[in-house]
T-cell receptor
Framework: NAGVTQTPKFQVLKTGQSMTLQCAQD?????MSWYRQDPGMGLRLIHY???????DQGEVPNGYNVSRSTTEDFPLRLLSAAPSQTSVYFC???????????????FGPGTRLTVL | AQTVTQSQPEMSVQEAETVTLSCTYD???????LFWYKQPPSRQMILVIR??????QNATENRFSVNFQKAAKSFSLKISDSQLGDAAMYFC???????????FGKGTKLSVIP
């Protein structure tokens, strides 16, 4: 089991460029999500999905698009990168069939994105 | 809406000593869960301990334990016999039972002094 994987690990973009951060999980989890981590801010939810074809916005969705065509993959798209999107991005997944606090989120290793 | 507050941006502890990290939260949910995550310099988020709000007994995982005060909405983490490998950022997090969002505090950076 690879768990949750993210690519790339590091990326530098210029303002206005587009890119897709990749996230995959091999645990057959229904739930997948994207967070951003900024210094002094903790992690904040960008978008999440509870299954293929279903996505919803989190706390900070502006400037990001997502889609979920398969259970395994949940890519995050930046259509026109801005310096304010410089951050560390984490993907996470969760097994919704487990009850209670066993329903923990598993995190990927993160992607450090810099927008110049 | 949920909020999580960690009032100690940085803390330090001598190796082998005990340290307590503070966390308070606010939630409108009647059924919810609380977590402590550790983030070492590798950046990986690692679950340290979890607590279900309906359970009165405080959770314990080896050297890590929590002091869960439901009425005060407090969820502190105690690390006993601190080790150099405990040095990391620690995040407190909260989610409602029916919620899809995990709300994080801003984190506490723990240093362990040899």
């Amino acid at each position: 089991n690879a768990g949750v994987t993210q690519t790339p690990k590091f990326q530098v973009l210029k303002t206005g460029q587009s890119m897709t951060l990749q996230c995959a999980q091999d645990m057959n989890h229904e739930y997948m999500s994207w967070y951003r981590q900024d210094p002094g801010m903790g992690l904040r939810l960008i978008h999440y999905s509870v299954g293929a074809g279903i996505t919803d916005q989190g706390e900070v969705p502006n400037g990001y698009n997502v889609s979920r065509s398969t259970t395994e993959d949940f890519p995050l798209r930046l259509l026109s990168a801005a310096p304010s999107q410089t951050s560390v991005y984490f993907c996470a997944s969760r097994n919704l069939r487990l009850a209670g606090a066993l329903n923990e989120q598993f995190f990927g290793p993160g992607t450090r994105l810099t927008v110049l | 809406a949920q909020t999580v507050t960690q009032s100690q941006p940085e803390m330090s502890v001598q190796e082998a000593e005990t340290v307590t990290l503070s966390c308070t939260y606010d939630t409108s949910e009647s059924d919810y869960y609380l977590f402590w995550y550790k983030q070492p310099p590798s950046r990986q988020m690692i679950l340290v301990i979890r607590q279900e709000a309906y359970k009165q007994q405080n959770a314990t995982e080896n050297r890590f334990s929590v002091n869960f005060q439901k009425a005060a909405k407090s969820f502190s983490l105690k690390i006993s016999d601190s080790q150099l490998g405990d040095a990391a950022m620690y995040f407190c997090a909260n989610t409602g039972a029916g919620s899809y969002q995990l709300t994080f505090g801003k984190g506490t950076k723990l240093s362990v002094i040899p």
